[in-house]
């Protein structure tokens, strides 16, 4: 059995998620019992602040060192939980001394499991607009659609303002439901991710307009627990 090295705090509201869903899926894979898993909870203010900047390369070492961290406290593997961080995960990857489960692949394969040709995603503005999404579904032939620049820039105001803060209002959920069914009408996507670890906190239902919704913590949470139990 493997120890996960968690990088958590971006924010706290999805990491006690990831911690609440890996101790479940291990004990309904297992029976009994609980996961080995170090937390190393990181500053979300100081990250959005090095991505507001641009400063990628420091946000890498700010990843790489907490990876280093957890790695010294005698992780095996480790992973982000979060999307946003992912900007920067092939840099990570290349610094840190454990190997790294990225949520962005695991959505993937879980695109391809489910049949998905396009897919909407939704999350922070540097999520919504990064390469780092399409890069790697586009590899696959699958298509990512990001709402349009306004939504990009509600959605990302409600993220950081609301979500992150655990502030979870029903006319934000109403108005994020709207934009998906939207999505769905306008740019004709069977699939909307949440690649935002708090999305699934507000939206909880599992379909949408017709569409599922991808969870990607739960996707990311599988992975883990699999590796965990390798």
Same mark, same amino acid.
């Given at each position: 059995?493997?120890?996960?090295?968690?990088?958590?705090?971006?924010?706290?509201?999805?990491?006690?998620?990831?911690?609440?869903?890996?101790?479940?899926?291990?004990? $309904?894979?297992?029976?009994?019992?609980?996961?080995?898993?170090? /937390?190393?909870?990181? *500053?979300?203010?100081?990250?959005?602040?090095?991505?507001?900047? %641009?400063?990628?390369?420091?946000?890498? !070492?700010?990843?790489?060192?907490?990876?280093? $961290?957890?790695?010294?406290?005698?992780?095996?593997?480790?992973?982000?939980?979060? %999307?946003?961080? +992912?900007?920067?995960? *092939? #840099?990570?990857?290349?610094?840190?001394?454990?190997?790294?489960?990225?949520?962005? !692949?695991?959505?993937? *394969? #879980? =695109?391809?499991?489910?049949?998905?040709?396009?897919?909407?995603?939704?999350?922070?503005?540097?999520?919504?607009?990064?390469?780092?999404?399409? #890069?790697?579904?586009?590899? +696959?032939?699958?298509? =990512?659609?990001?709402?349009?620049?306004?939504? $990009?820039?509600? /959605?990302?105001?409600?993220?950081?303002?609301?979500?992150?803060?655990?502030?979870?209002?029903? #006319?934000?959920?109403?108005?994020?439901?709207?934009?998906?069914?939207?999505?769905?009408?306008? *740019?004709? =996507?069977?699939?909307?991710?949440?690649?935002?670890?708090?999305?699934?906190?507000?939206?909880?239902?599992?379909?949408?307009?017709?569409?599922?919704?991808?969870?990607?913590?739960? /996707? +990311?949470?599988?992975?883990?627990?699999?590796? /965990?139990?390798?």
């Amino acid at each position: 059995m493997k120890t996960a090295g968690i990088i958590g705090g971006l924010g706290p509201e999805s990491t006690i998620d990831y911690y609440r869903s890996i101790i479940a899926l291990y004990r $309904q894979k297992v029976g009994d019992g609980y996961p080995p898993l170090i /937390i190393n909870s990181l *500053d979300v203010d100081k990250a959005l602040r090095l991505l507001g900047e %641009n400063d990628l390369q420091q946000l890498a !070492e700010y990843f790489a060192g907490a990876f280093r $961290q957890l790695a010294d406290a005698g992780a095996d593997f480790g992973l982000v939980s979060a %999307n946003t961080p +992912h900007v920067v995960f *092939d #840099e990570v990857q290349r610094r840190s001394p454990i190997p790294l489960i990225s949520i962005v !692949e695991a959505t993937c *394969d #879980e =695109v391809r499991r489910r049949g998905l040709k396009a897919v909407s995603l939704l999350g922070t503005r540097y999520t919504m607009s990064g390469r780092f999404y399409p #890069e790697v579904f586009e590899k +696959h032939g699958l298509r =990512v659609v990001a709402p349009s620049a306004e939504e $990009q820039a509600e /959605i990302h105001d409600k993220y950081v303002n609301q979500l992150i803060k655990g502030i979870f209002l029903p #006319e934000t959920r109403a108005r994020l439901q709207e934009i998906i069914t939207t999505q769905v009408e306008r *740019d004709r =996507v069977e699939g909307v991710i949440l690649a935002g670890t708090e999305l699934p906190l507000i939206l909880k239902d599992e379909m949408i307009a017709g569409v599922p919704l991808l969870d990607t913590t739960q /996707i +990311h949470v599988k992975a883990v627990v699999a590796e /965990i139990l390798s």
